[in-house]
């Protein structure tokens, strides 16, 4: 049985199996968020591959653009942390945004019938965000 929180990938693999989870954080890759949006990026930016042309530039361009820009916030947040918890927080605060824009694309995409598979890193985001002092 799966935990809470945690998804399958495309091919059925748990993502803590993938990515196994630490106590310890020593970098924005350790961070179980990053973690889990790197990963749907992933698969996301392989499902828009899968797109009809007319998408390539537009719908598909706007959802890879999106999702990684919530990893990249991720990153430069936690890159910051040391000058600043504000800077810290804020760039969370980008992410989340970045991640409410995945998901308005990611309706789109899947309204019409381009993505079955669907995830959300938000609720995680904003729980580390609120967590920053």
């Given amino acids: 049985?799966?935990?809470?929180?945690?998804?399958?990938?495309?091919?059925?693999?748990?993502?803590?199996?993938?990515?196994?989870?630490?106590?310890?954080?020593?970098?924005?890759?350790?961070?179980?968020?990053?973690?889990?949006?790197y990963f749907l990026s992933l698969e996301i930016h392989k499902a828009t591959l899968e797109m009809p042309k007319i998408e390539q530039y537009a719908l598909a361009d706007q959802l890879r653009r999106s999702t990684k820009s919530i990893c990249a916030n991720i990153g430069e947040g936690y890159g910051r942390q040391r000058q600043s918890s504000a800077e810290f927080k804020r760039f969370f605060v980008i992410a989340i945004g970045s991640c409410s824009e995945s998901l308005v694309w990611l309706d789109y995409a899947r309204d019409l019938g381009y993505i079955t598979t669907y995830g959300s890193v938000e609720r995680m985001l904003a729980k580390l965000r609120s967590t920053v002092k």
């Fill in 1 to 37: 049985m799966r935990k809470r929180g945690e998804g399958r990938g495309e091919s059925g693999t748990v993502i803590s199996e993938m990515f196994p989870f630490k106590s310890y954080v020593l970098s924005a890759q350790d961070l179980d968020v990053h973690k889990i949006a």
